[in-house]
């Protein structure tokens, strides 16, 4: 019978960076070296680094003290996929390819027993069809959005949530000076977690999510209501992928290359706008950016980018391919990636925390 201890596991991270991927790039080398003499591959740039070739080896040395640092020592990309990789054609423009076999040659030739691929939802699909594809893959969710399936919270999401917090805990005070309404817009995609969960931190007036359709009519009666209270400002928190009455997303570009070709962005503006035209308040736009996943990470998502990267490492030793280490109540579990990539986790109207939200008196836009 062939021996079928895993020996060598390779690691990526692919997407969009967030805190708390070297903390998880530290537990998986970290374990597989002191528990389990497995040897790591660190693969630059996600997925394009497969592709490509590119790859060093990880030791106990390489990742020492990173559990702090923002970003990705590997670095990463999110135009990687291998069944949609960017290529040179030969008039030297660039073409769409199936690069999956490269891939596949290179995690072969380097001789890896496994991989655990680091990512959200773009990175998750890849890695299921590389499962698909013969190789053994173990998947660890992150993303600032939180919107994968099958776990309670992806790491990087606590961090994003704090930056976005605090920054509504400034923008109260120029706010009220002034006499503005302040608009923050917030990532997250086609999710408002983080819209949520930062409006409801920083005690925003009016929180507007991808999921719950607002009116301009219900938005400007809110900062009326509060004017006539004597509370001359107010502070809304948009996510970047809410709905516009009569527009819906707001696209800021578009580029085929990436594995989601959609950026999303502009909807802060447009909501400052309208506000003040509607009710003659004056408005100021802040849009959070990449600040929300730059730095170190929180506490919370160190601890729980420690407690991923062990048990994806445990995964990996043990064989159980197609799985991706999830958080469920307090526990990490494994669950089938495609469990995590069915479908994307959204807000649901009857949330605890947007119930708890209106029940303080914060608006939705929506009554
Ligand atoms: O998925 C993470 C995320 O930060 C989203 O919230 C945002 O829409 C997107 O990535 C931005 O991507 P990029 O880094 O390409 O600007």
Same mark, same amino acid.
């Given at each position: 019978?062939?021996?079928?201890?895993?020996?060598?596991?390779?690691?990526?991270?692919?997407?969009?960076?967030?805190?708390?991927?070297?903390?998880?790039?530290?537990?998986?080398?970290?374990?597989?070296?002191?528990?389990? =003499?497995?040897?790591?591959?660190?693969?630059?740039?996600?997925?394009?680094?497969?592709?490509?070739?590119?790859?060093?080896?990880?030791?106990?040395?390489?990742?020492?003290?990173?559990?702090?640092?923002?970003?990705?020592?590997?670095?990463?990309?999110? %135009?990687?996929?291998?069944?949609?990789?960017?290529?040179?054609?030969?008039?030297?423009?660039?073409?769409?390819?199936?690069?999956?076999?490269?891939?596949?040659?290179?995690? @072969?030739?380097?001789?890896?027993?496994?991989?655990?691929?680091?990512?959200?939802?773009?990175?998750?699909?890849?890695?299921?069809?590389?499962?698909?594809?013969?190789?053994?893959?173990?998947?660890?969710? %992150?993303?600032?959005?939180?919107?994968?399936?099958?776990?309670?919270?992806?790491?990087?999401?606590?961090?994003?949530?704090?930056?976005?917090?605090?920054?509504?805990?400034?923008?109260?005070?120029?706010?009220?000076?002034?006499?503005?309404?302040?608009?923050?817009?917030?990532?997250?995609?086609?999710?408002?977690?983080?819209?949520?969960?930062?409006?409801?931190?920083?005690?925003?007036?009016?929180?507007?999510?991808?999921?719950?359709?607002?009116?301009?009519?219900?938005? =400007?009666?809110?900062?009326?209501?509060?004017?006539?209270?004597?509370?001359?400002?107010?502070?809304? =928190?948009?996510?970047?992928?809410?709905?516009?009455?009569?527009?819906?997303?707001?696209?800021?570009?578009?580029?085929? %290359? @990436?594995?989601?070709?959609?950026?999303?962005?502009?909807?802060?503006?447009?909501?400052?706008?309208?506000?003040?035209?509607?009710?003659?308040?004056?408005?100021?736009?802040?849009?959070?950016?990449?600040?929300?996943?730059?730095?170190?990470?929180?506490?919370?998502?160190?601890?729980?980018?420690? %407690?991923?990267?062990?048990?994806? =490492?445990?995964?990996?030793?043990?064989?159980?391919?197609?799985?991706?280490?999830?958080?469920?109540?307090?526990?990490?579990?494994?669950?089938?990636?495609?469990?995590?990539?069915?479908?994307?986790?959204?807000?649901?109207?009857?949330?605890?925390?947007?119930?708890?939200? @209106?029940?303080?008196?914060?608006?939705?836009?929506?009554?």
């Amino acid at each position: 019978m062939a021996d079928e201890r895993v020996r060598r596991i390779g690691i990526l991270t692919g997407g969009g960076d967030c805190p708390g991927l070297n903390a998880v790039i530290r537990a998986v080398t970290k374990t597989a070296v002191l528990d389990y =003499c497995v040897e790591v591959i660190g693969i630059e740039d996600g997925f394009e680094g497969l592709v490509e070739g590119h790859m060093r080896e990880l030791g106990y040395a390489d990742v020492s003290g990173i559990i702090t640092l923002g970003g990705t020592i590997l670095g990463t990309s999110n %135009k990687g996929d291998p069944w949609h990789y960017p290529d040179t054609g030969p008039d030297g423009r660039t073409v769409i390819v199936n690069a999956s076999q490269r891939a596949l040659k290179n995690y @072969r030739q380097w001789g890896l027993d496994a991989l655990i691929a680091i990512g959200g939802d773009g990175t998750m699909k890849i890695a299921d069809q590389f499962t698909a594809l013969g190789a053994n893959v173990v998947g660890v969710p %992150k993303t600032i959005d939180n919107d994968l399936s099958g776990t309670d919270m992806t790491f990087g999401f606590d961090t994003a949530v704090s930056i976005a917090t605090e920054a509504i805990d400034r923008l109260h005070t120029t706010a009220s000076s002034h006499h503005r309404v302040m608009i923050l817009e917030v990532m997250g995609r086609y999710a408002g977690w983080i819209a949520l969960c930062s409006g409801v931190a920083g005690g925003a007036d009016i929180i507007l999510l991808p999921e719950i359709p607002f009116r301009w009519e219900s938005v =400007c009666r809110k900062i009326r209501e509060r004017s006539t209270r004597g509370r001359r400002y107010s502070i809304v =928190c948009v996510a970047e992928g809410a709905k516009c009455p009569d527009i819906g997303e707001v696209v800021k570009s578009y580029d085929n %290359k @990436r594995t989601d070709a959609k950026q999303l962005g502009g909807v802060g503006d447009l909501v400052a706008r309208t506000i003040a035209e509607l009710t003659e308040v004056e408005t100021r736009v802040t849009v959070l950016g990449h600040l929300q996943r730059g730095g170190s990470p929180t506490a919370l998502d160190r601890i729980l980018a420690t %407690k991923y990267g062990v048990t994806a =490492c445990r995964l990996a030793v043990e064989r159980k391919f197609g799985m991706m280490a999830a958080l469920q109540g307090q526990t990490i579990v494994p669950i089938p990636i495609k469990t995590a990539i069915a479908e994307l986790k959204t807000v649901t109207p009857d949330n605890q925390t947007v119930l708890a939200a @209106r029940s303080v008196g914060t608006s939705f836009g929506d009554e």
